[in-house]
């Protein structure tokens, strides 16, 4: 199994930024990717980013493409999204996703952190 804690939620005004971390730890090195996903208030949850872990290829949701930047540390087991230039649709509530190699869907995710954006 693998845990997953999000962190570096919070409240932001429009246009600024903030960076989100996800700590993985359990059976990490059956890993293949790793993603964030945002769910709205009413609404479904998204797909935002995703990386995977090895390599480093990232994939991204039309909406956040050139704001959001996702990343990862391999040492620290731990997986970042940079996110600029937020905007008040953004606001919602963020979750980490861990897929094991193999699997056709995320097996893994964490507790989510809210994400607020003022106007």
């Known amino acids: 199994q693998v845990q997953l804690v999000e962190s570096g939620g919070g409240l932001v005004q429009a246009g600024g930024s903030l960076r989100l971390s996800c700590a993985a730890s359990?059976?990490?090195?059956?890993?293949?990717?790793m993603a964030w996903f945002r769910q709205a208030p009413g609404m479904e949850r998204d797909f935002v980013a995703a990386v995977t872990w090895s390599k480093g290829n990232s994939a991204y949701a039309d909406s956040v493409k050139g704001r959001f930047t996702i990343s990862r540390d391999n040492a620290k087991n731990t997986v970042y999204l940079q996110m600029n230039s937020l905007k008040p649709e953004d606001t919602a509530v963020y979750y980490c996703?861990?897929?094991?190699?193999?699997?056709?869907?995320?097996?893994?995710w964490g507790q989510g952190t809210q994400v607020t954006v003022s106007s």
């Open positions: 359990g059976r990490t090195f059956s890993v293949y990717s």
């Open positions: 996703a861990a897929q094991y190699g193999g699997s056709s869907g995320y097996d893994y």
